[in-house]
């Protein structure tokens, strides 16, 4: 077992730390995370191009969100690329309870305007948490090589979590982005402590 990173989960604002057991269950087969890391950086390009796609008149969110497009498609095949040189297999997309289950607690029917708040939280969210687990990967693997590896895509999430933030911050007043991710936060936790524990999952 690891032990817990309060400074890190602090630091993003996370409210429940990813129970200490989760990386020695990740190492066991390197093959299942994988697979599971890189259909998470395709989700993660490809709901930056639907943002831009359902908000072409949001300016800077266009043009801070292109180059995030590219770099999640980097991302994406050098998780090909780390299976490829293990031989390992990229196996079959998987239901995402984490992700889904942030969805249910979105705000729905409310307007494009607060649609757009929502997301933008979401993403943010998600980017804080694949933040703290890659720092974990990153300092606990047994693989030197691999703890390199996952401290770059550390430093990657932790950028975008802070742009995503900022976007939301930009069109809307903060008392309200703040308030509404102190609610995220909350409910985030809730859905964690809810959810079983497998090292097959990034989230």
């Not at 289950?101 to 933008?120: H, N, P, T, Y």
């Not at 770059?152 to 991710?181: C, N, P, Q, S």
């Amino acid at each position: 077992m690891q032990p817990h990173t309060p400074a890190t989960v602090q630091m993003l604002n996370l409210q429940l730390p990813t129970d200490p057991r989760w990386v020695n269950l990740a190492e066991m087969d390197l093959e299942e995370i994988l697979t599971d890391h890189a259909y998470c950086e395709q989700k993660a390009a490809t709901s930056c191009i639907s943002l831009i796609q359902g908000y072409p008149d949001r300016e800077e969110l266009v043009r801070e969100l292109a180059p995030i497009v590219t770099e999640e498609w980097g991302h994406f095949r050098a998780v090909l690329a780390e299976l490829d040189r293990r031989g390992l297999k990229l196996g079959r997309q998987r239901k995402d309870e984490y992700v889904n289950g942030l969805l249910d607690f979105s705000r729905k029917g409310r307007g494009r305007d607060d649609a757009l708040l929502e997301r933008l939280l979401i993403f943010a969210l998600i980017e804080a948490r694949s933040c703290e687990r890659f720092r974990l990967m990153s300092l606990y693997v047994t693989d030197a090589e691999l703890r390199a590896w996952y401290h770059k895509f550390m430093v990657a999430e932790a950028g975008h979590y802070v742009l995503f933030i900022e976007l939301a911050r930009k069109y809307f007043e903060r008392d309200r982005v703040d308030t509404r991710w102190k609610e995220y936060l909350a409910f985030e936790a809730e859905l964690l402590q809810g959810m079983e524990v497998r090292g097959d999952r990034m989230h």
